[in-house]
């Protein structure tokens, strides 16, 4: 009878387990569903893809606005039509206006991006869709980042990937993080962006099959990113590393492969192969000539007379400077025209044109000066400075020198004045009150239907639990507590912004009548802020707060001491793992589990 009654429980669990299966393909398909590379790469793009449904079509406009922005802009205006007729619903309404946001980025329209921005959060709070408000933020943020607004720039991006974390929205923690990446490479802190990215990189597969798509950023200007820093950190090994991997993406295509490129030939300037630097400026050149937006070419004319100043195309250098400034001045952005007078100026030089330099080297020095751009400041007056010295006019290069100095230390005050505009944007993201912050009950997750079936399987589930498990256990229950304990000091320490480290001691060699001694011995040798926790029966966990990396080797050394009261023939392996923002319990046991196995190689092979 016993027997019969655990076989119809068995295919009761299966059937279960067959239609929650199904359920969850079925969620998780809409995510998956992509249009092909050469799709998105077609001359008819746009022909084409009014040709699919609204859903379809705004994944397109997704895919193509950062490499093919005139095109997205074109569909954009499409639908924006097509739903005065036929009304969108609410989420395609709201993702058609972040795609508008994104893509009048690419144009320049910053002030514009930063109103649509602004009322596209405020209508999907309104709509309860909160999940979409990081994305809006992140538009916004750029947009600041773009005119130089810094504090607000900061701001929305600890905000929004507040919001991205509370949401779970994998998207939008990636384009928060790039954004924050940006910052602090221009803030010279290369350690933080490189781990921002590199967190980015590792969420970016499971980013992709988000259920809801509202914005994700191609792979490769993630990668591309860390091939920046890398590059201003001076490890141009590592740079262009990063560079070829973006170049293989399937991500990278039309206005990408021309930044590309351009980044590939400035890694070449670096390491001096100027071979490598024309290859990579004929393929830039040829991207170049298939744009089509203005303000594309405006960019890419600048950087393409940079790289032929360096190859002494200085002619070809000279035409291309003019160009950018002459488009960048009807987009009324005077950083980017001053930046390209310099590139110009160096044009003169070479070209022996001195007059011509000298007046326009004054001139941007007087902008750089009224604009406040220090850093420009800087580097302009060197320029003038080495100038006058290789004419042996050695008190004129000296008074430009002072005025160099003078402008770096103006320069470094800018900078010490970001950091701490960085650090209260952090605060006050931490500070913002979040009783007024509902859950999403519009979510495109959740749709009554599914809730109904959800429901139905979870009861399922629970009869069959409860049929099969008693309802309490004092050992479940010490676990939940001993779980509740360590996760409140993770968020203690991610809430703090201090170091937290993590130790995974295998005890296996050590007989249980002797574990209660050990674990006072242990005890003995800790902090009293620091929490000892046997996880089973071979393994224990300790908790350092306020500890780094190099803080827990050396409790590994104290630990060790004690480990050998026990003597065994193999060598106890304890496994490190030091806490990031993003990193849950279960993230710190695989990074301890990885720390142990890579200390365990060398005893498993003696002779590798």
Known sequence: MTRSRNTSDNKLSRMFGFILGLLIVSLASPATAQ????????????????????????????????????QAKILIEGLEQQSLVQPLSDVQTLRLRLLRCFNLLEFGHFEQAITLSTQGEQTARELKYDAARPYFMQCGATAYQSIGNTLQEQLLTEEALRLAKRYSEKQAIIGSLYLRSRQNTSLENYNQSIEDLRIGLDIYDEAKQQFQPWYLLPKSYVQLEISNVFFSMGDVTEALHFAELAVSDPSTFGSLNFALSINLARINIEIGDKEAVKRHLKQAEAENNRMTAERDLAVGSALLAAINLFIDNYDL????????????????????VMR???????????????????????????QATELKQYSDLEEFNQIVSEYYADKQQFESAYHYQIQRFNAAKQANNKLNNAHFMQYKAK?????????????????INQSLSIAA?????????LVLFLRRKPLYTND????????????????????GHYQLSMLLININHIRQ????????????????????????????I????????????????????????????????????????LDTFEGLMKKAVLNQLNKMKPQDNPLS
Do not use: C
């Not at 050469?38 to 379809?56: I, K, M, P, R, Y």
């Not at 009150?433 to 509902?438: A, L, N, Q, R, V």
């Open 453 to 461: 079936l959800i429901i139905l399987f979870l009861s399922v589930g």
């Open 35 to 70: 249009v092909t590379q050469s799709f998105l790469t077609a001359q008819d793009v746009v022909s084409n893809t009014q040709q699919l449904s609204v859903n379809e079509q705004l994944d397109v406009i997704h895919d193509i606005n950062t490499q093919r922005s005139e």
């Open 513 to 540: 009548v002797d574990v209660p001694n050990l674990l006072r011995q242990l005890q003995l040798t800790l902090r009293e802020q620091d929490q000892l926790f046997r996880h089973n029966l071979d393994e224990l």
């Open 542 to 581: 300790i908790i350092l707060p306020h500890t780094s990396a190099i803080g827990a080797t050396r409790v590994v050394h104290q630990i060790e001491t004690v480990l050998n009261l026990w003597p065994t023939d193999v060598k106890t392996s304890i496994g490190i793992a030091s806490l990031q923002q």
């Open 476 to 495: 479940e229950s010490k676990e939940q507590s001993q779980s509740q304990i360590i996760s409140a000091m993770l968020n203690n320490a991610k809430q």
């Open 317 to 336: 250098a000279q035409q291309q400077a003019l160009h950018s400034i002459e488009l960048f001045t009807k987009y009324q952005e005077p950083i980017y």
């Open 340 to 366: 390209i007078k310099r590139t110009l100026a160096k044009v003169y030089i070479a070209q022996q044109k001195d007059n011509q330099a000298l007046t326009l080297l004054n001139e941007i020095i007087e």
């Open 427 to 443: 605060l006050s993201a931490q500070n913002e009150p979040s009783i007024d912050e509902k859950p999403t009950t519009n979510n």
